[in-house]
């Protein structure tokens, strides 16, 4: 959370923040950060960020949290 309060247009930030989120099964929040992580992402970084964004809503629409 420091980092993206620091930098707060940095793409791979939110995306190691909503990925830690995912991680915790907090996928609500990983999906908002994750997004906010295709805003400002670099294009190189747009398909990994996409990746994740995917998994995160496929764990959300089967019931987590």
């Known amino acids: 959370r420091k980092a993206v309060q620091?930098?707060?247009k940095s793409g791979a930030y939110y995306d190691s923040l909503g990925w830690?989120?995912?991680?915790?099964?907090?996928?609500?929040?990983?999906?908002?950060?994750?997004q906010k992580a295709l805003d400002y992402a670099l294009p190189h970084q747009k398909?990994?960020?996409t990746e994740h964004l995917r998994l995160a809503y496929k764990k959300k629409e089967k019931g987590g949290g």
């Open 47 to 49: 398909d990994i960020i």
């Open 20 to 34: 830690a989120y995912y991680v915790a099964e907090d996928y609500e929040n990983a999906i908002l950060y994750l």
């Open 6 to 8: 620091l930098s707060p």
